[in-house]
């Protein structure tokens, strides 16, 4: 079974600073997909960024980016120019590539509360 | 458009009772998963449904139940409830299933409180 690891309960960051999240993870598994969601106050969860395992090339998106070191099993979110709206639950989750029809079976981490000081 | 639609947004029961938690998926989406998040915990995983049909399922017991309407929506019933069960509920809906799953919509859940 495949385990998502968030070390960092809380995390805090100036606003326009930058701040990482960390996610390890194991698997016995090549080919599989990483996530950060987000988790506001008002619960829903929302997709921040995806990486397919078999990529080299970390995914970003605008002021969001990933460091994606498979070896290693590390997944880490990197926030750029910090925004007060981007204070919430930050999850790293993991979902095989294997193809089974538990498709939308997700392992969630622990999360990490970001908080954003202006 | 409507996104994910989950209800109640909050229900209290006590031990042993039953509960029938509900939820639409985003027009067009044929598969509905729910997750358990316990307060201060990540999302865990209970059901996959697609096309009415049981996918995938975690490591829950029988007391879990779920189904899928022909309309795709669904209902998550939990029997016997005990007071760990109290957690936010989670419903996720996408296109596909399987490798074609397509992105995950989550609803803002449904919290119950087991006294």
């Known amino acids: 079974a495949q385990t998502v690891t968030q070390s960092q309960p809380e995390m805090s960051v100036q606003e326009a600073e930058t701040v990482t999240l960390s996610c390890t993870y194991d698997?016995?598994?090549?080919?599989?997909?990483l996530f950060w969601y987000k988790q506001p106050p008002s619960r829903q969860m929302i997709l921040v960024i995806r990486?397919?395992?078999?990529?080299?090339q970390n995914a970003t998106e605008n002021r969001f980016s990933v460091n994606f070191q498979k070896a290693a099993k590390s997944f880490s979110l990197k926030i750029s120019d910090s925004q007060l709206g981007d204070a919430a639950m930050y999850f790293c989750?993991?979902?095989?590539?294997?193809?089974?029809?538990?498709?939308?079976?997700?392992?969630f981490g622990g999360g990490t509360r970001l908080m954003v000081k202006p | 458009d409507a996104g994910v639609t989950q209800s109640p947004t909050h229900l209290i029961k006590t031990r042993g009772q039953q509960v029938t938690l509900r939820c639409s998926p985003i027009?067009?989406?044929?598969?509905v998963s729910w997750y358990q998040q316990v307060l201060g915990q990540g999302p865990q995983f209970i059901f996959q449904?697609?096309?009415?049909?049981e996918r995938g399922r975690g490591n829950f017991p029988d007391r879990f139940s779920a189904r899928q309407f022909p309309n795709y929506s669904s209902e998550l019933n939990v029997n016997a409830l005990l007071l760990g069960d109290s957690a936010l509920y989670l419903c996720?809906?996408?296109w596909g299933q399987g490798l074609r799953t397509g992105e995950l919509f989550f609803g803002e859940g449904s919290r119950l409180t087991v006294l």
């Open positions: 996720a809906s996408s």
């Open positions: 698997t016995s598994e090549s080919d599989y997909y």
């Open positions: 990486q397919e395992a078999y990529k080299q």
């Open positions: 989750a993991y979902r095989s590539a294997l193809n089974n029809n538990a498709g939308n079976m997700l392992t």
């Open positions: 027009s067009g989406h044929k598969s």
């Open positions: 449904y697609y096309e009415k049909e």
